[in-house]
T-cell receptor, first 112, second 115 residues
Framework: DAKTTQPPSMDCAEGRAANLPCNHS???????VYWYRQIHSQGPQYIIH???NNETNEMASLIITEDRKSSTLILPHATLRDTAVYYC?????????????FGQGTTLQVKP | DAGVIQSPRHEVTEMGQEVTLRCKPISGHNSLFWYRQTMMRGLELLIYFNNNVPIDDSGMPEDRFSAKMPNASFSTLKIQPSEPRDSAVYFC?????????????FGPGTRLTVT
């Protein structure tokens, strides 16, 4: 699986959009981009994933660049409860390769 | 569904003792994963099962660690003998490896302290 690079930390004002970048310049054509987050003392939580099209769900939006070498997770209206470590993971979506390799992630601090 | 269930939530034991962590995956899921999280090493995959069969145990640190999945609704991670460096939070996760999503659902974790 390709490696990802994320900034170690970011701040965001409550109510504003949080934009979390991820670089995955070595991504292969059959690899998806996944985002998980981990709120303090809890298990990681799936947020969203995509292959090449932009994706949106009730939690967030995922914007993937045309060359797929980077992506941005957008939390449109961040709340204090969104304070967490956000992990960007690249992996092949295949029935027998269920591994997720977590990096250090980005610690997002949402401030009042 | 109750989600992934792990027990115990906290475990304190002395060095040399056997420790058994338990996990009940989400009903219908066919993949199960054991992770370990420490401040130094972050979140590491230890082993994962597909249809109760161990697929990849390359993350298991040493022979003191063993994992079993006797049926689709139960898995154990055993450490024998335990050492202080095994202190960590151990997470179990499950997923359905048959669709296109492969979302993993994590349990609340077991915080292990070995003194």
């Amino acid at each position: 699986d390709a490696k990802t690079t994320q900034p170690p930390s970011m701040d965001c004002a409550e109510g504003r959009a949080a934009n979390l970048p991820c670089n995955h310049s070595t991504i292969s054509g059959n690899e998806y981009v996944y985002w998980y987050r981990q709120i303090h003392s809890q298990g990681p939580q799936y947020i969203i994933h995509g292959l090449k099209n932009n994706e949106t769900n009730e939690m967030a939006s995922l914007i993937i660049t045309e060359d797929r070498k980077s992506s941005t997770l957008i939390l449109p209206h961040a709340t204090l409860r969104d304070t967490a470590v956000y992990y960007c993971i690249v992996r092949v979506a295949n029935g027998n390769t269920g591994k997720l390799i977590f990096g250090q992630g980005t610690t997002l601090q949402v401030k009042p | 569904d109750a989600g992934v269930i792990q027990s115990p939530r906290h475990e304190v034991t002395e060095m040399g003792q056997e420790v058994t962590l338990r996990c009940k995956p989400i009903s219908g899921h066919n993949s199960l994963f054991w992770y370990r999280q420490t401040m130094m090493r972050g979140l590491e995959l230890l082993i994962y099962f597909n249809n109760n069969v161990p697929i990849d145990d390359s993350g298991m640190p040493e022979d003191r660690f063993s994992a079993k999945m006797p049926n689709a609704s139960f898995s154990t991670l055993k450490i024998q003998p335990s050492e202080p460096r095994d202190s960590a939070v151990y997470f179990c996760a499950s997923s359905w490896a048959g669709g296109s999503s492969y979302e993993q659902y994590f349990g609340p974790g077991t915080r292990l302290t070995v003194t």
